[in-house]
């Protein structure tokens, strides 16, 4: 008599184990094939084309994730070697573009734009030996907090190499810190212009037409600079840079937008080392009031914590 083969019932027999892992694998199958099946896929191994407009099985996506993250970190060492080269090769270009006397001026509208827009600027032009002044048109008082807003720039001047000599805050009612609010700029214009011829600056970096925010104060200083440029007011040899603005991608992706900042022509650009990075990030975190949550993720992601381009009027 033919006896039925049995499937022994301990769990370590190597027939039990191989069993099971058929039995695993079968239920994994079927509910991929019922996901798929669900979302009008065709079935695992049913032969069936799929178009190419149509989107991936959610398994096939999560291997494409993986691909793409692996991809990342192969690309990333290379990333960061061609940061490093191109900053000490382009370090040198600037410093003939700027001549070696220059005596630049920082115009900001709020405390924290100059660690928040302006610290690969600053930090350049400390690497390049250049003594800065700084000038910010506001105390930032729209949610009145201005006393305090002012100690933090002074310390966060501090650590980006600026001496408090050298820095001025106008708190006048004439420049509210206000989005709503657009500033004269023909008194933006006086001021600005009495600032320079003061402290003898020939070279003036501040925001352009777009802001990189869009934020009216900041697009005011780029209208009153331009009007001193435009109408001859300026000292003869001052050179005027602004910060380029760029879309919202670009801004929020850190060091991946370098590519992109060297395949677009800018007159000067500054491209921080990690070192200096570190540095950038302690001047903004001396803005304490202003660190909410959603600026400690600027902080993090932001592209001009690490990369500032700019063009000459």
Same mark, same amino acid.
């Given at each position: ?13 190597p027939t039990f184990q191989a069993s099971r892992r058929r039995s695993c694998l079968a239920g994994r199958t079927a509910t991929r094939n019922a996901i798929c099946a669900e979302r ?15 989107? +991936?099985?959610? /398994? ?20 960061? #070697?061609? #940061? ?32 928040? %827009? ?9 690497? =390049? ?9 506001? *105390? ?5 907090? !201005? ?12 650590? +980006? ?8 805050? @106008? ?11 657009? #500033? ?5 214009? $006086? ?15 501040? %925001?352009?037409?777009?802001?990189? $925010? ?15 440029? /435009? ?5 003869? !040899?001052?050179?005027?840079?602004? +910060? ?8 929020? @992706?850190?060091?991946?937008? =370098?590519?992109? $900042? ?7 650009? %500054?491209?921080?080392? /990690?070192?200096?990075?570190?540095? *950038? ?9 202003? =660190?909410? #949550? ?20």
């Amino acid at each position: 008599m033919c006896r039925e083969a049995t499937v022994p019932a301990h769990p370590r027999h190597p027939t039990f184990q191989a069993s099971r892992r058929r039995s695993c694998l079968a239920g994994r199958t079927a509910t991929r094939n019922a996901i798929c099946a669900e979302r009008g896929f065709p079935r695992a191994g049913s032969g069936a084309p799929v178009p190419v407009t149509q989107a +991936l099985c959610p /398994s096939d996506g999560m291997e494409a994730v993986g691909v793409v993250c692996v991809a990342v970190a192969l690309l990333a060492p290379g990333i960061f #070697w061609a #940061w490093h080269f191109l900053e000490r090769m382009k370090s040198q270009v600037q410093a003939g573009l700027l001549g070696s006397g220059s005596r630049a001026l920082l115009v900001i509208a709020h405390p924290d734009d100059e660690a928040m %827009f302006f610290a690969p600027t600053l930090l350049g032009l400390a690497r =390049l030996r250049h003594p800065v002044f700084l000038l910010c048109f506001s *105390a930032g008082n729209y949610y009145n907090q !201005g006393e305090i807003r002012k100690k933090e720039l002074l310390q966060s001047c501090d650590v +980006l190499g600026i001496p408090p000599t050298n820095v001025m805050i @106008i708190d006048s009612r004439d420049f509210p810190d206000d989005p709503g609010v657009e #500033w004269d700029t023909e008194h933006v214009a $006086s001021v600005l212009l009495q600032h320079i011829e003061v402290n003898d600056i020939n070279l003036v970096v501040t %925001f352009d037409a777009g802001g990189v $925010s869009g934020h009216r104060n900041h697009v005011a200083l780029y209208a009153a600079v331009r009007t001193l440029h /435009s109408e001859g007011k300026l000292p003869e !040899g001052c050179t005027v840079l602004t +910060l380029q603005s760029v879309n919202v991608l670009r801004k929020y @992706i850190a060091l991946l937008d =370098l590519p992109f $900042s060297l395949l677009h022509a800018g007159d000067v650009r %500054f491209v921080l080392t /990690s070192k200096e990075v570190t540095q *950038a990030k302690r001047a903004m975190s001396c803005h304490r009031s202003q =660190l909410l #949550w959603f600026r400690r993720l600027y902080v993090l992601f932001s592209r001009y914590l690490k990369i500032n381009s700019l063009h000459a009027l």
